[in-house]
Nanobody, 119 residues
Framework: QVQLAESGGGLVQAGDSLALSCAAS????????MGWFRQAPGQDRIDVAS????????YYLESVKGRLTISRDNAKNLLFLQMNSLKPEDTAVYYC????????????WGQGTQVTVSS
């Protein structure tokens, strides 16, 4: 079972950049698809970006394409989300999540990190 811990959230202004990290422990990192989700107040949690174990395939929510980049360092058991040109609508709690490669559901979640973008 993998444990996940996010870091890097904060308060920034519109147009700024922010980098999130997620440290994984307790499992074989290469066995997992990894994803970044976000949940804004009063809204459902949505999948923002995801990446396959080898890093060769990624998915992005349409509204973040070209601004957010997901990546992973399998040697260090780390997942990253580089966020550029941030907008107020990007304000949310960001979660990293893991699912066993080949399965449907993300079963493992971090505690979340707050990202606030002021206009």
């Amino acid at each position: 079972q993998v444990q996940l811990a996010e870091s890097g959230g904060g308060l920034v202004q519109a147009g700024d950049s922010l980098a999130l990290s997620c440290a994984a422990s307790g499992g074989t990192f290469m066995n997992y698809d990894m994803g970044w989700f976000r949940q804004a107040p009063g809204q459902d949690r949505i999948d923002v970006a995801s990446i396959t174990p080898g890093g060769t395939t990624t998915y992005y929510l349409e509204s973040v394409k070209g601004r957010l980049t997901i990546s992973r360092d399998n040697a260090k058991n780390l997942l990253f989300l580089q966020m550029n040109s941030l907008k107020p609508e990007d304000t949310a709690v960001y979660y990293c999540a893991a699912r066993i490669w080949g399965t449907q559901d993300y079963r493992y979640w971090g505690q979340g990190t707050q990202v606030t973008v002021s206009s």
